[in-house]
């Protein structure tokens, strides 16, 4: 299991995911610049992630949408804002409606993810910011936590 902490903090209005991977940081960079490799892993498992659009680079976008065990599509964005391959990359993540145009009723969050060399592997750090108390607890009430641990926790079949 890849993940090895998570933690949310209601003042700092954040949530942070640590992780350990046996691959180097090249590898895991792979996963997220290749669309059919994140389809892999972006959804937790019973959730297949479909990637429409996917463009890593400043000022891209990438459009998803999660396919649930009924048969129901969840929609949602990436607009990237930073890029430094293969180390990092900052997005806002928001929900959509079915053509991806932003669901302003729920949250938009900023995402850092860091990719460090430690101990012959990567470490990886997510960190996700929410404009508001209400907007992050609106995520851990729909159990945001888990469904990212169970999916990072794939990273390790896809590099195994």
Known sequence: MPVTDIAHDLDRLTITITAQFAAPVQRIWE????????EQVWGPPGFPATVVEH??????RV?????GP???RYHGYWNVLAVEEPRSFTYEDGFAHEDF????????STCVSTFSEQDGGTRAVYTTSYPSREGLQTVLDMGVEEGARTSIDQIDGLIA
Do not use: F, H, K, W
């Open 31 to 38: 996963i997220y610049a290749d669309p059919r490799q994140l």
């Open 70 to 72: 009924d048969g129901e």
């Open 101 to 108: 145009s932003p669901n302003p009723d729920l949250p938009v």
């Open 63 to 67: 459009t998803y949408y999660m396919t």
């Open 55 to 60: 463009s890593l680079a400043p000022g891209g």
